[in-house]
């Protein structure tokens, strides 16, 4: 996709919502071994996951973030022209989760609702949707709801994806600005031919759900999983990583007229520890640029920037305005890049969600 850059667009607030619920090394030690539970946290850098329980959905952490945004900024639920919802974890086959949002949320039978079916480089898309609707005029004010409960999509017993994947939602509040001066830059791909190396292979239409696709079985390397269960070929995920996130940072520097040096903060997919710091090396840039938030969140998928933004970077968004570069990769193949220029936040927050 060619670069789009735009300016008149304003990322007015941001919030994040976990479960309370909590999963630790201390779990995974009864459930893998003491040397196996230490190795995994050493490779990945998770300590602590946050875990729906059975019947909490995506849509309810978004929806938390959401309520607490619009209530800290202030903003009318009727001002809200367009609702853009990314999730691969949805509460129906159908409708659209963005249409039960719509209503949960009190906003106009007036505003687009719509649900976009991304992971990793799901939050990138969103601001890409977001900031499009509102350029055109087709919208004043967005409310883009980013999040998946992906420990529901797990084989307990399987070592690849348990001790990595976490679950969060979170709400980013943007509106048109048409005298703003910020500057956004993205960049947007895709390549499908690596589909099957991160995906949940059963259950759906393509594979309707059987007795044999929800039997969990022993796979590859001892994991136990059903084709129900979330599949994630670790060897190819990070060789698509370090073959196209290099390229995709240093054209959307270009593209954006930045060096590493002029951006503020590097806010990746929280992939995994060790995957994040060999691409920061792999690319050349500042170890104290990266944000870290996988300590005590993991993996939380479609979630993982903007809980990153929250968690790590709020004293700074509020302070001031920042120069970030946000880049989304994996599950599809699909990845996503932007360099964003923000204002001091006008309202950024951190829920814990109780049922």
């Known amino acids: 996709m060619a670069d789009v850059r735009w300016s008149g667009i304003r990322l007015t607030g941001l919030w994040a919502a976990v479960p309370s619920a909590r999963g630790t090394t201390a779990d995974l030690t009864l459930r893998f071994g003491a040397v196996e539970a230490r190795r995994i946290a050493e490779n990945t850098g998770v300590l602590e996951r946050r875990l729906a329980p059975p019947g909490v959905c995506a849509s309810d952490l978004c929806f938390e973030a959401a309520a607490n945004l619009l209530r800290s900024l202030a903003w009318d639920p009727k001002s809200v022209d367009a609702l853009v919802f990314v999730s691969q974890t949805p509460d129906f086959a159908l409708p659209a989760t963005a249409c039960c949002l719509q209503h949960r949320l009190g906003?106009?039978?007036?505003?687009?609702?719509?649900?976009?079916q991304l992971g990793c480089s799901g939050y990138v898309y969103g601001l890409w949707l977001s900031g499009s609707l509102l350029r055109s005029g087709a919208a004043r004010r967005v409310l883009l709801l980013v999040g998946d409960t992906m420990s529901q999509l797990l084989g307990p017993s399987d070592r690849a994806t348990v001790p990595l994947f976490g679950d969060a939602g979170t709400a980013t509040a943007l509106e048109a600005a048409p005298d703003d001066?910020?500057?956004?830059?993205?960049?947007l791909g895709t390549d499908g031919a690596g589909f099957a190396h991160l995906n949940v292979p059963g259950g759906r239409f393509r594979h309707p759900t059987s007795e044999a696709s929800r039997a969990r079985t022993e796979r590859e390397a001892g994991n136990i999983r059903s084709d129900e269960d979330l599949?994630?070929?670790?060897?190819?995920?990070?060789?698509?990583?370090?073959r196209e996130v290099p390229r995709l940072v240093k054209g959307i520097l270009s593209a954006s007229g930045r060096t590493a040096a002029e951006v503020d903060h590097f806010v990746f997919h929280q992939a995994n520890g060790?995957?994040?710091?060999?691409?920061?090396?792999?690319?050349?840039?500042?170890?104290?640029?990266?944000?870290?938030?996988?300590?005590?969140?993991?993996n939380t998928s479609s979630g993982s920037i903007p809980l990153a933004m929250v968690t790590e970077l709020e004293a700074?968004?509020?302070?001031?305005?920042?120069?970030?570069?946000?880049?989304?990769?994996?599950v599809g193949w699909s990845w996503g890049a932007a360099v964003i220029e923000t204002p001091a936040l006008l309202s950024i927050g951190f829920t814990e969600f109780e049922p």
């Open 231 to 242: 599949f994630m070929n670790g060897a190819e995920v990070f060789a698509f990583t370090l």
């Open 107 to 116: 906003l106009p039978t007036g505003c687009a609702a719509f649900d976009v």
């Open 181 to 187: 001066g910020h500057a956004w830059t993205i960049n």
């Open 316 to 330: 700074r968004l509020r302070s001031g305005p920042a120069t970030l570069l946000l880049a989304g990769f994996g």
């Open 274 to 298: 060790f995957m994040l710091r060999t691409l920061a090396k792999k690319i050349g840039l500042p170890a104290d640029k990266l944000v870290l938030g996988l300590k005590r969140y993991g």
